[in-house]
Nanobody, 122 residues
Framework: VQLQASGGGLVQAGDSLRLSCAAS????????MGWFRRAPGKEREFVAA????????YYADSVKGRFTISRVNARNTVYLQMNSLKPEDTAVYYC????????????????WGQGTLVTVSS
């Protein structure tokens, strides 16, 4: 499956952004989907994940209550709604697809998008 992330940009603290990740290729519904991010000078970290039929969602503590992950299987797309953005949310955000395994573990994901940059100014 190929993944294409979009929606990043430069915003001010407190603003909102919605990231999108469009999938093509193998049936989207067969994958759990996740968002990860890599901030400058830091390691990649888990942000959020959603199961195949949206029954389960998972969030990193740092974004819980501010970010919402969702998916529309008919559109082969997963979203990350980011509200109340903070400067520490600045990072390149990656969407990823997983056949199974731990939702928060990067190695569980088999396919990765190219990333979209989110910059939050204070």
């Amino acid at each position: 499956v190929q993944l294409q992330a979009s929606g990043g940009g430069l915003v001010q603290a407190g603003d909102s952004l919605r990231l999108s990740c469009a999938a093509s290729g193998r049936a989207f519904i067969t994958y759990n989907m996740g968002w990860f991010r890599r901030a400058p000078g830091k390691e990649r970290e888990f942000v959020a994940a959603i199961s195949r039929y949206s029954v389960n969602t998972y969030y990193a503590d740092s974004v819980k209550g501010r970010f919402t992950i969702s998916r529309v299987n008919a559109r082969n797309t997963v979203y990350l709604q980011m509200n109340s953005l903070k400067p520490e949310d600045t990072a390149v955000y990656y969407c990823a697809a997983s056949d199974g395994g731990s939702y928060s573990y990067g190695a569980s994901y088999d396919y990765w998008g190219q990333g979209t940059l989110v910059t939050v100014s204070s």
